[in-house]
Protein backbone atom coordinates (compact mmCIF):
# COMPACT_ATOMS: atom_id res chain seq x y z
CA UNK A 1 0.00 0.00 0.00
CA UNK A 2 3.13 2.17 0.06
CA UNK A 3 5.16 2.78 -2.58
CA UNK A 4 8.48 4.84 -2.84
CA UNK A 5 10.28 6.71 -5.55
CA UNK A 6 13.95 8.55 -5.46
CA UNK A 7 15.61 10.95 -7.99
CA UNK A 8 18.70 12.94 -7.76
CA UNK A 9 21.11 10.52 -8.61
CA UNK A 10 23.70 11.09 -11.23
CA UNK A 11 27.50 11.36 -12.21
CA UNK A 12 29.69 13.92 -9.94
CA UNK A 13 33.02 14.29 -9.42
CA UNK A 14 34.86 14.09 -5.89
CA UNK A 15 34.16 16.58 -3.42
CA UNK A 16 30.99 17.86 -5.41
CA UNK A 17 27.39 17.39 -3.87
CA UNK A 18 24.08 16.00 -4.97
CA UNK A 19 20.78 15.73 -3.57
CA UNK A 20 18.66 12.64 -3.61
CA UNK A 21 14.86 13.06 -2.92
CA UNK A 22 12.14 10.07 -2.16
CA UNK A 23 8.10 10.71 -2.38
CA UNK A 24 6.39 8.28 -0.66
CA UNK A 25 2.54 7.63 -2.51
CA UNK A 26 -0.25 4.83 -1.07
CA UNK A 27 -0.94 5.01 2.41
CA UNK A 28 0.59 7.11 4.26
CA UNK A 29 -0.31 7.23 6.98
CA UNK A 30 0.99 4.06 7.88
CA UNK A 31 4.86 5.66 8.15
CA UNK A 32 6.66 6.02 10.48
CA UNK A 33 10.82 6.45 10.10
CA UNK A 34 12.56 7.12 6.53
CA UNK A 35 15.88 6.36 5.65
CA UNK A 36 18.56 6.12 2.85
CA UNK A 37 20.55 2.85 2.43
CA UNK A 38 23.15 1.92 -0.71
CA UNK A 39 24.67 -0.60 -1.78
CA UNK A 40 28.14 -0.57 -4.23
CA UNK A 41 28.86 -3.79 -6.37
CA UNK A 42 29.60 -7.08 -4.55
CA UNK A 43 29.15 -5.00 -1.04
CA UNK A 44 26.36 -5.77 1.60
CA UNK A 45 23.81 -2.84 1.80
CA UNK A 46 24.42 -0.28 4.22
CA UNK A 47 22.52 2.24 6.55
CA UNK A 48 23.35 5.55 5.17
CA UNK A 49 21.03 7.55 7.47
CA UNK A 50 17.57 7.46 9.36
CA UNK A 51 14.88 9.88 10.28
CA UNK A 52 12.01 9.68 12.64
CA UNK A 53 8.53 10.90 11.71
CA UNK A 54 9.46 14.14 14.73
CA UNK A 55 12.80 14.39 12.80
CA UNK A 56 15.49 12.72 15.05
CA UNK A 57 18.18 11.67 12.52
CA UNK A 58 20.97 8.90 12.66
CA UNK A 59 23.89 8.66 10.49
CA UNK A 60 26.64 5.96 9.30
CA UNK A 61 30.52 7.08 10.64
CA UNK A 62 31.47 7.43 7.04
CA UNK A 63 28.85 10.06 5.85
CA UNK A 64 28.64 11.15 9.44
CA UNK A 65 29.10 15.36 8.81
CA UNK A 66 29.24 15.29 4.67
CA UNK A 67 25.59 13.71 4.37
CA UNK A 68 21.96 15.72 6.08
CA UNK A 69 18.65 13.46 5.89
CA UNK A 70 15.54 15.54 6.44
CA UNK A 71 11.82 15.12 5.42
CA UNK A 72 8.67 16.84 4.69
CA UNK A 73 5.76 15.02 6.22
CA UNK A 74 3.14 17.21 4.01
CA UNK A 75 4.82 16.37 0.91
CA UNK A 76 5.34 12.70 2.20
CA UNK A 77 9.42 13.08 1.01
CA UNK A 78 12.33 12.23 2.54
CA UNK A 79 15.63 14.02 1.30
CA UNK A 80 19.38 13.39 1.24
CA UNK A 81 21.56 16.07 0.58
CA UNK A 82 25.40 14.40 0.11
CA UNK A 83 28.42 17.15 -0.09
CA UNK A 84 31.68 16.51 -0.08
CA UNK A 85 31.27 13.50 -2.25
CA UNK A 86 34.19 10.58 -2.11
CA UNK A 87 34.71 7.70 -4.47
CA UNK A 88 33.65 5.47 -1.54
CA UNK A 89 30.61 7.00 -1.84
CA UNK A 90 29.29 5.28 -5.36
CA UNK A 91 26.39 3.15 -4.92
CA UNK A 92 22.89 2.41 -5.56
CA UNK A 93 20.90 4.86 -2.93
CA UNK A 94 17.88 3.06 -1.59
CA UNK A 95 15.10 5.11 0.15
CA UNK A 96 12.96 2.80 2.53
CA UNK A 97 10.43 3.63 5.03
CA UNK A 98 9.33 1.98 8.24
CA UNK A 99 5.77 1.11 8.79
CA UNK A 100 3.47 1.29 11.86
CA UNK A 101 1.82 -1.53 10.54
CA UNK A 102 2.23 -4.45 10.65
CA UNK A 103 4.77 -4.10 12.83
CA UNK A 104 8.22 -4.44 11.50
CA UNK A 105 7.49 -4.10 7.63
CA UNK A 106 9.98 -2.37 5.38
CA UNK A 107 9.19 -0.92 2.23
CA UNK A 108 11.84 -0.15 -0.25
CA UNK A 109 12.15 2.18 -3.43
CA UNK A 110 13.82 1.23 -6.73
CA UNK A 111 17.26 2.67 -6.03
CA UNK A 112 19.17 6.18 -8.01
CA UNK A 113 22.37 5.22 -9.02
CA UNK A 114 25.09 7.96 -7.50
CA UNK A 115 28.06 7.56 -9.04
CA UNK A 116 31.46 9.14 -7.81
CA UNK A 117 35.01 9.92 -10.21
CA UNK A 118 38.03 10.39 -8.95
Known amino acids: QVQLVESGGGLVQAGGSLRLSCEAS????????MGWYRQAPAKQRELVAT???????NYADSVQGRFTISRDNAANTVYLQMHSLKPDDTAVYYC????????????WGQGTQVTVSS
Open 26 to 33: GSIFLINA
Open 51 to 57: ITRSGRS
Open 96 to 107: NVELFFPRGTDV
